[in-house]
């Protein structure tokens, strides 16, 4: 019995430390704005991760990449895709695809009356899936036209 207490106390400090590891981000203030070609590169995505970021993107389309796949991501149920860029810049993700931006659909009614090049501000953090695809998307819990 003792046995299996101190069994399951070191496999609970494990995945205690597994945990504060991964969830080690220092994030910046909330609304703070990073630019989304920064939070969706793979090497800084996962530094953003359970951070609240604003950043601004230009749009591109409602609706997802037709048959793309997102199995790695967990999290994107009852969530409306639209995919954007960088400001200025052309395509943006492997295989030219764009990054997407989720946002909850009963707040999605917005992202149809964009068009494409508008400028916008979203606000969220990114997702990062697992290894080996790593697919990286932004989970948005705001969406707003950007101030000209």
């Given at each position: ?11 609970a400090s494990i995945l205690l430390a597994t945990a504060s590891a991964s969830a080690g981000n ?75 931006v989720f946002l909850p659909k009963d707040e999605s009614d917005i992202i149809f009356s964009f ?34």
């Amino acid at each position: 019995m003792r046995l299996m207490s101190q069994l399951l106390l070191a496999g609970a400090s494990i995945l205690l430390a597994t945990a504060s590891a991964s969830a080690g981000n220092t994030c910046p203030p909330p609304a703070t704005e990073v630019p989304f070609a920064k939070v969706m590169n793979e090497a800084f995505a996962a530094d953003y991760v359970g951070c609240d970021i604003t950043s601004k993107v230009e749009f591109v389309a409602a609706g997802g990449t037709p048959n793309y796949l997102w199995r790695s991501l967990k999290g994107l149920e009852g969530k409306t895709p639209f995919r954007v860029v960088a400001p200025g810049q052309e395509g943006g993700g492997p295989f030219d695809i764009p990054p997407h931006v989720f946002l909850p659909k009963d707040e999605s009614d917005i992202i149809f009356s964009f068009k494409k090049g508008d400028l916008l501000i979203v606000r969220g953090e990114p997702l990062v899936g697992a290894k080996p695809l790593r697919q990286i998307v932004f989970l948005t819990t705001e969406v707003r036209a950007a101030k000209q």
